[in-house]
């Protein structure tokens, strides 16, 4: 089993900064791969940023490249998601998933892919 806990969500201005964070406890795997989503009110859920463990090789969906940035701490077990220049359409309750598989890269964005989540943390982007 797996648990996972995000944070750092909150209030900022168009234009401004936040770092999100995921702590995974509970089984671990080595080849595993986490990945970054979230849904706003009325809509789908919507596929962020993904990174395959191991590695370290990020994704990005085009709504992130060159704002947000995915990373990971081995020693911490945590995941992040740094997002600048953060726009109202950000506004969404972000979570993170894990898969213990290694999803083609066709499919990192597909949450249907990914096994454990967290419960959500919302970020809010006032203009």
């Known amino acids: 089993q797996v648990q996972l806990v995000e944070s750092g969500g909150g209030l900022v201005q168009a234009g401004g900064s936040l770092r999100l964070s995921c702590v995974a406890s509970?089984?671990?795997?080595?080849?595993?791969?986490m990945g970054w989503f979230r849904q706003a009110p009325e809509k789908e859920r919507e596929w962020v940023a993904a990174?395959?463990?191991?590695?370290?090789?990020?994704y990005y969906a085009d709504s992130a490249k060159g704002r947000f940035t995915i990373s990971r701490d081995n020693a911490k077990t945590t995941m992040y998601l740094q997002m600048n220049s953060l726009k109202p359409d950000d506004t969404a309750v972000y979570y993170c998933?894990?898969?213990?598989?290694?999803?083609?890269?066709?499919?990192?964005?597909?949450?249907?892919?990914?096994?454990?989540w967290g419960q959500g943390t919302q970020v809010t982007v006032s203009s």
């Open positions: 998933a894990l898969t213990p598989r290694t999803p083609v890269v066709s499919a990192v964005g597909d949450p249907n892919q990914y096994d454990y």
């Open positions: 509970g089984r671990t795997f080595s080849r595993h791969t």
């Open positions: 990174i395959r463990w191991s590695m370290g090789s990020t």
